[in-house]
């Protein structure tokens, strides 16, 4: 079975504290995803990497930045966290598109961030 | 610019009902459409579609993609309070990434 954990269920900051979310997956994924949930606007993806290193944005990138040093992980990092980063943070990775089979995007639990 | 579109946004059912929910898609390089149910956690994978007219089902669930029409319905019959859940619909347009609907929320009443 595919696992994809998530370092925190629940985290409260403060506004300009820097936060990390960690994501880790065990089945040798390249692609790895970091999501925001809100109600009513969907998921939105925040960016995403297609291998060690390598990372690019997705449709609401700003506020936000990453980090991939080994394959199993990604981290998204919030500089200087606000108030209008409350949400659910939601990882996911899947194999390279193209490989049969493994098409589908495998979701950790989600860390709901409450910035105060 | 790609997009996805569900309905309804929330959707509240007796036991026993049947639903049908709604997602359309506009995607420049369609290759496939996939539903997720999310409860209290983290999404998951029900079904995936990329031919139209061939109906996928697991148990109560069903659903169909319409590539001329663009849009693609989950239905789901004889409905369980454990239905509840937020149905999510997205496509995967090639890029490598999906692009996901709003979500539908169903809360079922026993």
């Known amino acids: 079975d595919v696992k994809v954990t998530q370092s925190s269920r629940y985290l409260v900051k403060r506004t300009g504290e820097k936060v990390f979310l960690e994501c880790v997956q065990d089945?040798?994924?390249?692609?790895m995803f970091w999501y925001r949930q809100d109600p009513g606007l969907g998921l939105r993806l925040i960016y995403f990497?297609?291998?060690?290193?390598?990372?690019e944005k997705g449709d609401i990138p700003e506020g936000y930045s990453v980090s991939r040093e080994k394959k199993e992980r990604f981290s998204l990092i919030l500089e200087s966290a606000s108030t209008n980063q409350t949400s659910m943070y939601l990882c996911?990775?899947?194999?390279?598109?193209?490989?049969?089979?493994?098409?589908?995007?495998?979701f950790g639990p989600g860390t709901r961030l409450l910035v105060l | 610019e790609d997009k996805v579109v569900q309905s309804p946004l929330s959707l509240v059912v007796h036991e026993g009902d049947t639903v049908t929910l709604n997602c359309s898609y506009e995607?420049?390089?369609?290759?496939?459409l996939l539903w997720y149910k999310q409860e209290k956690k983290a999404p998951t994978f029900l079904f995936m579609l990329?031919?139209?007219?061939i109906e996928k089902k697991s148990g109560r669930l069903s659903s169909i993609l319409d590539k001329k029409e663009l849009f693609s319905i989950l239905n789901i019959t004889a409905t369980q309070t454990g239905d509840s859940a937020i149905y999510l619909c997205?496509?995967?347009?090639?890029?490598?990434?999906?692009?996901f609907g709003q979500g539908t929320e169903l809360s079922v009443k026993p």
């Open positions: 996911a990775s899947t194999h390279r598109p193209g490989l049969a089979g493994e098409e589908t995007q495998y």
């Open positions: 089945m040798d994924h390249e692609n």
């Open positions: 990497s297609y291998d060690v290193k390598m990372k």
């Open positions: 995607v420049t390089n369609f290759r496939s």
């Open positions: 990329t031919s139209s007219g």
């Open positions: 997205a496509v995967d347009n090639q890029g490598g990434k999906l692009i």
